[in-house]
């Protein structure tokens, strides 16, 4: 195996994962993205509403990350593919902690980035395995944040640039739907329900691209053999 962090290697195991699990993780995906949207709409525009929203949001990553996690287990370790329940099984006992950690990295992020642009993208660099981790290892709230950093230590510009071309490419594929939102073609139920199968496809990309980096940096952090 290449001592190295390879970003073509990253997204190729993110893709082929999807590829094999994708008759599971679509439908997992639209199922999920419908219900926290609903969940969303339900709360309203106030401002208590949208901090909950958000909350919501986050929770929504972090069950996908959990879901994506298992995936990526099963197909690393060679052993047979975890049914769709077994998915879900697996994806609610992290779900509590997860949501908390990515709360507390998206108010980081946003003080970070009230400041200047930098600190904002270092921590979004240093955390970038943040969910993996609590999915994976189960550490303390606290103690996720230093795990995330030790992994990432000494591959930073890599994760960076795995991290921007991943954000390039949701938001690329985002864009035409932005601007049939944007110019009102169809409804709000059409355009969540268009919204909902997209997310269904690239959110759990995105997640698997996160879980793979994590388990290749996971991979760097242990002595070779020829060590």
């Known amino acids: 195996m290449e001592r190295e962090l390879s970003v073509g290697g990253v997204f190729g195991t993110a893709f082929s994962a999807f590829r094999e699990r ?6 997992i995906g639209f199922a999920v993205s419908i219900l926290f949207s609903a969940i969303a709409a339900l709360l309203g525009q106030g401002f208590v509403e949208v901090i909950v929203a958000n909350i919501v949001d986050t929770a929504y990553f972090a069950f ?3 879901v994506a996690m298992v995936v990526l287990r099963d197909a690393g370790g060679d052993r047979p593919a975890s049914s769709a329940g077994e998915l879900l099984a697996n994806a ?3 779900l509590p902690v ?3 950690v990515g709360v507390l990295a998206t108010l980081g992020l946003i003080g970070a980035g009230l ?5 904002a993208l270092y921590l979004l660099t240093i955390w970038a395995v943040l969910l993996p981790v609590v999915v994976v290892e189960r550490p303390g709230v606290f103690d996720a944040f230093g795990r995330s950093r030790q992994l990432v230590r000494g591959n930073g510009w890599k994760v960076f640039g795995i991290i921007l071309l991943l954000s390039l490419i949701v938001v690329v594929t985002g864009l035409p ?4 939102h944007l110019h009102h073609v169809g409804g709000e139920l059409e355009w969540r329900l268009v919204r909902a199968l997209v997310s269904s496809v690239t959110d ?4 698997l691209v996160i879980g793979a980096l994590y388990y290749r940096l ?4 242990r002595p070779s053999v020829l060590e």
Do not use: E, Q
């Not at 994708?22 to 439908?27: D, E, F, K, T």
């Not at 759990?204 to 997640?207: K, R, S, T, Y």
């Not at 996971?218 to 952090?221: E, I, K, R, S, Y």
């Open 177 to 180: 739907f932005v601007f049939l």
């Open 64 to 66: 996908l990350t959990a």
């Open 115 to 119: 400041l200047l642009v930098v600190p």
């Open 218 to 221: 996971l991979d760097l952090g």
């Open 204 to 207: 759990p990309f995105m997640v």
């Open 22 to 27: 994708a008759r599971v993780l679509v439908p």
């Open 92 to 94: 609610l006992p992290p």
């Open 98 to 100: 997860a949501t908390l």
